[in-house]
């Protein structure tokens, strides 16, 4: 590692415990390493002299830290230093029982202003980078994905070709069998350890396939174990979350923005948001495809990675419904969506709808249950202005318009009722 206090692991026992931390993450070994040794260098001690410290005094100097630090650093980090300093103290066996206040430990003053963007602001971001740079933020603004799932902190592994088992390589063109297209998340990719999946947009499926057929003419022989995203040079076989970070980056602050890389997430996740609004997904599709624990993800990992066929197309009709709201760029009306929107077109002009109502109507993102009732409130709404109030129905019949808001009167001869609207 290159880090400042990297010197520290020469001590066996700090090497113990760095490697222990490392076990359940890289990121927060190298963190607490960094955050231990500053510690340290500020009071001029080593850890072994910190760990040796007396009870009073161990708690007095932290307290001391608090105070001189929480003026001028968030209390986010100062409370990752008292972390470090703890996970080191226990180690040592050492536990320190009084509480440590920290003001501020919740406030994020560099998110304050941040926001996720709008559609035309990500087209912006989109446009402002090269091909790499283009998949990179269409991964996590269209898939959910994190950062770390292109590619690992360490730089030995990352999203892969194989990740994406709807893609077809053939003679140097990139094609997708289904689109939107499933992409993989392996367990050793995800934050939470444990294999899950996602989909790629139309939109995405474009910038994907542009990128890597640019890679293919430049002389690149592309295999199931290629990396998605590969990195400027050649020392690592994967591209590193540090670098994955800087080059989205750039691409926000060329668009014009301040905001982090991580905003893009939140866009997925926001966008997606509206569209269960809508009724256009379940939350837990969505859940699921941000990686997060949940029902969906219980039942996939039980069985071993598989879930049914009819589930999977499910997600994937859902997720295509849903991409509208995550795509800059409109995707094609298939041809059976023109016929289903020139049917509820027909139907709303029967109904009693005027033309210049439809066309003000996105029919397409309605489910069919809105669009069902929204033709069942007009048609009762028609009825009482004609002056029907009550109607003759086969009493196989009753059930199904009770559900409409009718009420039963009474029965007939012949297995007839008589149905009213109760107003």
């Known amino acids: 590692m290159r880090s400042k206090y990297a010197y520290l692991l020469?001590?066996?026992?700090?090497?113990?415990?760095?490697?222990?931390?490392?076990?359940?993450?890289?990121?927060?070994?190298?963190?607490?390493l960094r955050r231990l040794g500053n510690f340290c260098e500020i009071y001029k001690l080593t850890p072994n002299a910190l760990a040796s410290m007396d009870d009073v005094k161990l708690y007095n100097l932290l307290m001391d830290f608090v105070s001189s630090r929480e003026k001028e650093f968030a209390?986010?980090?100062i409370k990752s230093t008292i972390k470090a300093v703890k996970s080191w103290l226990s180690?040592?066996?050492?536990?320190?029982?009084?509480?440590?206040?920290?003001?501020?430990?919740?406030?994020?003053?560099?998110?304050?202003?941040?926001?996720?963007?709008?559609?035309?602001?990500?087209?912006?971001?989109?446009?402002?980078?090269?091909?790499?740079?283009?998949v990179a933020c269409v991964l996590i603004a269209?898939?959910?994905?994190?950062?770390?799932?292109?590619?690992?902190?360490?730089?030995?592994?990352?999203?892969?070709?194989?990740?994406?088992?709807?893609?077809?390589?053939?003679?140097?063109?990139?094609?997708?069998?289904?689109?939107?297209?499933?992409?993989?998340v392996r367990k050793e990719l995800s934050k939470a350890r444990h294999q899950y999946f996602t989909f790629l947009s139309e939109e995405g499926c474009e910038y994907l396939k542009d990128y890597l057929e640019e890679r293919i003419r430049s002389g690149e022989k592309l295999t199931l174990d290629s990396p998605i995203i590969t990195p400027k040079l050649k020392m690592k076989p994967f591209i590193r979350a540090i670098n994955i970070g800087d080059i989205i980056r750039s691409a926000i602050r060329k668009a014009g923005f301040s905001?982090?890389?991580?905003?893009?997430?939140?866009?997925?996740?926001?966008?997606?948001?509206?569209?269960?609004?809508?009724?256009?997904?379940?939350?837990?599709?969505?859940?699921?495809?941000?990686?997060?624990?949940?029902?969906?993800?219980?039942?996939?990992?039980?069985?071993?990675?598989?879930?049914?066929?009819?589930v999977i197309e499910d997600m994937r009709e859902a997720y295509r419904r849903s991409q509208e709201y995550l795509q800059t760029t409109r995707a094609e009306v298939t041809s059976e969506e023109k016929v289903k929107e020139s049917f509820r077109k027909q139907l709303l002009l029967v109904a009693g709808f005027k033309k210049e109502e439809i066309e003000k109507m996105d029919l397409l993102s309605?489910?069919?249950?809105?669009?069902?009732?929204?033709?069942?409130?007009?048609?009762?709404?028609?009825?009482?202005?004609n002056g029907a109030k009550q109607k003759?129905?086969?009493?196989?019949?009753?059930e199904a318009y009770l559900s409409q808001g009718w009420e039963f009167v009474a029965s007939l001869p012949n297995n007839k009722a008589i149905m009213k609207i109760p107003f």
């Open 10 to 32: 020469a001590d066996p026992d700090v090497k113990r415990w760095y490697n222990n931390v490392a076990r359940g993450s890289n990121v927060t070994a190298d963190v607490y």
């Open 75 to 77: 209390g986010s980090y």
């Open 91 to 134: 180690h040592n066996h050492r536990e320190l029982k009084g509480k440590i206040k920290i003001r501020g430990v919740e406030d994020t003053p560099s998110l304050k202003d941040e926001r996720v963007p709008t559609k035309d602001e990500l087209r912006r971001i989109f446009f402002s980078g090269d091909k790499k740079a283009r």
């Open 142 to 184: 269209h898939s959910g994905l994190r950062i770390e799932t292109l590619g690992n902190y360490s730089g030995d592994d990352g999203l892969r070709i194989k990740d994406f088992p709807e893609i077809e390589v053939k003679d140097g063109v990139i094609e997708f069998k289904k689109i939107p297209t499933i992409a993989i």
């Open 259 to 310: 905001w982090r890389p991580y905003v893009l997430r939140s866009y997925f996740d926001t966008q997606l948001m509206l569209a269960e609004s809508k009724g256009l997904v379940l939350r837990d599709y969505r859940q699921f495809w941000m990686g997060h624990k949940g029902d969906i993800e219980n039942r996939y990992t039980t069985n071993k990675q598989k879930l049914p066929e009819s």
């Open 366 to 385: 309605l489910s069919d249950e809105e669009f069902q009732s929204m033709v069942r409130q007009k048609l009762l709404g028609a009825m009482i202005n």
């Open 392 to 398: 003759v129905v086969g009493i196989n019949e009753v």
